[in-house]
């Protein structure tokens, strides 16, 4: 049973475009959102995060959109980087982190120089 | 310097053995977890402990057996290892205990376990 899904395994973009990774979930009772990046033989790390009070938050090149009525986060990256290059994690918790975080399968996002 | 380290990075053993994943973080957090990373990529929580008590125990077989000596450590002892606890192991820990929000954790690099 997937309660946070990220459909898509992987992105392919152009240097310098936006990329738009996609995370979807079924339990309306999530209330707290984290993007982790995660490099090959590395943790998983803190990316940017969102509660459900608000529908976007920003950090530099990186914005998170939540669409509480269809379930729906969006990170956006602009403009992307070769060293964007990872694999990025969708996070969900609910009860305002009352409970453990449930991880997305991830997508891995491949920035073509 | 590394935040959270984990110790070995790469274990390889054979069905029946015990054997432990040492975890250590230098942040200064109250709260560290243990995450595990199964074949088909899904990162679950195992276990969490906010200074040194246990506040989270995600069904996991008793066979797995966390020990914390101090908040600075999280070591995960596995007793008779099985094919299917095959997978990559992630510590983590985070300044807010599992309970608050912004719980950003910060992650160990991992260590993938191989049981032939």
């Known amino acids: 049973d997937q309660q946070v899904k990220q459909n898509s395994p992987s992105l392919s973009v152009q240097e310098g475009r936006i990329s738009i990774l996609n995370c979807d979930y079924t339990?309306?009772?999530?209330?707290?959102f984290l993007w982790y990046k995660k490099y090959p033989a590395e943790g998983p790390t803190f990316l940017i995060s969102?509660?459900?009070?608000?529908d976007k938050n920003e950090d530099g090149r990186f914005t998170v959109f939540l669409n509480k009525s269809a379930k729906h986060l969006s990170l956006h990256i602009v403009p992307s980087q070769p060293g964007d290059s990872a694999v990025y994690f969708c996070a969900a918790s609910a009860d305002s982190g009352n409970t453990p975080l449930v991880f997305g399968k991830g997508t891995r996002l491949s920035v073509i120089a | 310097d590394t935040a959270v380290s984990q110790t070995p990075k790469y274990l390889v053993t054979q069905m029946g053995n015990d054997k432990s994943i040492k975890c250590e973080q230098n942040?200064?957090?109250?709260?560290m977890y243990w995450y595990k990373q199964d074949s088909k990529k899904f990162l679950k929580i195992m276990f969490s402990y906010n200074n040194k008590e246990l506040i989270i125990n995600e069904t996991v077989p008793n066979r797995f057996s966390p020990k914390s000596p101090d908040k600075a450590h999280l070591n995960l002892h596995i007793n008779s290892l099985e094919l299917g606890d095959s997978a990559v192991y992630f510590c983590?820990?985070?300044?807010?205990?599992?309970?608050?929000?912004?719980?950003?954790?910060?992650f160990g690099p991992g260590t993938r376990l191989t049981v032939l």
């Open positions: 969102i509660s459900s009070i608000k």
């Open positions: 339990n309306s009772m999530f209330d707290y």
């Open positions: 983590a820990s985070s300044q807010a205990p599992a309970g608050v929000s912004y719980n950003e954790q910060f």
């Open positions: 942040l200064g957090h109250d709260t």
